[in-house]
């Protein structure tokens, strides 16, 4: 069993910058595609990006577009969440996740919080 561990959340004011890592433990995960997800206060889980295992493709959420950039390092088992020009309404508590090859995201982390001040 994979075992996600998030850090890098913090407070930071508006139009400051954030990186996420995630380090994956106990398993396969080179082949993974790894994602990252939040949570604001009151609303749905909504997705952030996601890194295919070569590293290459990647896909993001129309509200991140051009803000964040999601990497991998797999000799390192470790994703990357670079969050750039933060906006109050990025705030959230903020999940990694992977997915096994052809299937959903199925293993989770416990989530680093980020809050964005005006």
């Known amino acids: 069993q994979v075992r996600l561990v998030e850090s890098g959340g913090g407070l930071v004011q508006t139009g400051g910058s954030l990186r996420l890592s995630c380090v994956a433990s106990g398993g396969a995960f080179g082949t993974d595609t790894m994602g990252w997800f939040r949570r604001a206060p009151g609303k749905e889980r909504e997705f952030v990006a996601s890194?295919?295992?070569?590293?290459?493709?990647?896909y993001y959420a129309d509200s991140v577009k051009g803000r964040f950039t999601i990497s991998r390092n797999n000799p390192s088992n470790t994703v990357f969440l670079q969050m750039n020009s933060l906006k109050p309404d990025d705030t959230a508590t903020y999940y990694c996740?992977?997915?096994?090859?052809?299937?959903?995201?199925?293993?989770w982390g416990q989530g680093t919080q980020v809050t964005v001040s005006s």
């Open positions: 890194v295919k295992w070569g590293g290459v493709e990647t």
């Open positions: 996740a992977g997915a096994k090859p052809g299937g959903l995201f199925s293993y």
